[in-house]
């Protein structure tokens, strides 16, 4: 391809969206435009071509057109634990939106994040859940709900716009050492609660191949849905003990109760999952990441909790010492301003006006 | 590998206690499946001379290579041993070495051989003394000494347990049981020596396993069975199987030994032991100990406890897909098409089977082309002897059926306990499915045709059973 491939990557200064910005960067041939709402200035990653703008902005279809996108990675996402109507403007009409006008500007390839989840944990789950398998994802929280929508929605926009290719990647629970999400958020209680008397299995995904795989979506040629995992799937027990956590075990009737009663957002922390995710087997069939999209992961489902648990592990000290680090260097600020106010105001002494060394003292701190 | 006339029988014994029906290997006392479990890493190691008993001493010697560096490192590590020994009883003399009192020492312990082996033991030492390769007089020597050595604390340690039994104060009866149980291999330094590693060894190994539930270092296959904890709880299975349901089983032959198939069984009995029996049966009977992957209805995984028990092992929730895919891993794969229909029945209705389900099994055989095993369980019926099925009951607990039985619910817990009748469980001829075309899977008129036939023939199997049982908790 002798021309410049042009992606766009929108909530590119949310963490997936510059973690996937710096990947497809990687590749020098590839143009890559940044989206967000987020001011220029907060956006620091080298060759991204940042854009301040609201994915869900009608405009946007002009852009798409101006710069000839062919491909765009929507990761404009906001995991909320409960639904809003702020949320859902963003999340679900901006990703209608947005698909929109990918089709009406000749965009060809749309790639979205999704979860497993959006299938649903229940009792008749079929032991590999397949990608045509009915969604049927928990609606209480508020992640999980948008999921199921945006893709509800994918699966009839299809059908309406057959020459754009959407690419929609399931993954599996995220865990690693900095993403923030649901699972990393359980595993991250120092006794995180599980069902007394169920034992499901899960599978996990390492951070790292998330970003990996939505990388190799956007340059692959297949598209449709896939499921994205780390092998093995492995019991919930076994997940808990190789992140280093002793399990919390309640009686179920008392948890599906107890977390209607406590309210979304308290249990939100403690139990970011609806309880069915915690009893029911919701593991996905992994043929097609394999065979169809050639996508394996880099971390062992193993490797990838191991991970988290040696961050776990360290934690807490090196919170504290980010903490100094922060303290350095806003003292170093400090300092060079005071310094630089020293500086110019030895300079006014020389001189007699009083006001123009003001002046040049709050010069020398712009600049 | 059967028209190998030449072949003796395994020598290994199975799981049930019955003797291996495979044929062994030609280099082996064992079966394949046996060989493995028999292998010794202590078998190859010279130093087992001197525990070994007399006649195998220089027979191991002599399956060595003739090679003399092998022979000389032989002699070398015989000598360090005696060194050894003598050092830790200076005051010990063998008697005398002659040809004569070696052969006698063979001949006395040559009974403790059984019949096959001893003749080869024979041939083997024959040639080890004719070929000019062989052991020499020196190792011979060496060879003496050690058995005599062992022999002299083996004979002293029975002397001084017989005298302690002599002084106490037992009856006359169990004193001379109990000189009996001596005189045997129950008091061979032994057998001590066995138990204790083997109580050690499993010792160690729990405390292990215990330490790496914690650390999460075990292994479960991508459905969740778990072969730790499967034999952790098979203890409790063989039990039922062998002593309280007493099973019977014929046709574990149908089975193969490797390759994909399905076994269609009749269900019965309120709570599904029936499949339970059936994994045991394979497990102890078959030669191959195949794990039978059975597939249960979608109300046990709500359930606490139970839910992760099937998971581990190694069953799965009954669906089409999931069946096929299992057989196209080559599992051995149970279905019950009864279903509920077939497990809750009452009393009355016994031994006469419900409807087939909906074909899922025969579509899964057709599309996988494995053959379908006809299985007929009978016994499993009087378990529990139903009289009415609540609805109201079941609507209210969230049963798929509440059974009135004899005993449940009106003594609470204890009404779960089954009845001990007799099993038996026959594995019938398998059919084959190769004959149909891949596709057929979509032709209903086949699957129900298909359906009805494997229906009928299981309930054959059972009136056939029932004809020739006399007693229900005798057989």
Redesign the interface.
Known sequence: MGEQQVILVTGAAGYWGSRVARGLLVEPEVHVIGVDRAAAEEVEIEGLDYIQADPGNPLLAELLRVEQVKTVCHLAFEETARPNETSFEYNVMGAIKLLGACAESGVRRVVLKSSTMVYGAAPNNSAFLMEDAPLRGGRRAGYNRYRCEIESFINGFRRQAPELDITVLRFANVVGPTADTPMNRYLSNRLPPTLLGFDPMMQVIHEDDVVGALVHAAHSEVSGPFNIAADPPMPLLRILALAGRLPLPLAHPLVYRGSALLGARRVATYLPFETDYLRYRWVADLTRMRELLGFFPQHMANEALEALARHLRTAPFTERRDGHGADAEALQAIIDERRARREASDKATEQPQVEGSEHEAEDVENG | MVDDQERTRCLATTRAGAQCKNLALSDMEYCHVHAVVAADPDGADPSGADNAPASSAPDEASTAPSEPELRRQMAAELNRMIEELEQASPDFTPPPFSPTALIDLIKQNLEQLPAPMRVDALYRLRSAVLDDDGLDMESWRDVWYLIHYWRSHHDSFFERLQGQLGSLPLPAGVAQRLGAIFNEDLLDPETWKGLWFMMSYSARYQADMVRR????E?E?????M?WEFLDAVRPFFTFLYKYYWRVQTTGVENIPDYERALIVANHSGQLPFDGAMIGTAVLLEHPAQRLVRNLYA???????????LL??MGQ??A?V??GT?LLENEELVAVYPEGYKGVGKLFKERYRLARFGRGGFVKMALKTQAPIIPTAVVGAEETYISLYKSRTLAQLTGFPYFPISLTWPWLGILGLVPLPTRWSIDFGEPLSMDAYPADAAENLVLVSQLTDQVRNIIQEMIYERLAERRSIFLG
């Open positions: 539930r914690f650390t999460g075990y479960t296959d991508e459905w969740g778990d979608d109300w046990f995984p709500t359930l606490p406890f139970l839910a992760p998971d581990k799965s929730l669906s897909e999931n895919r």
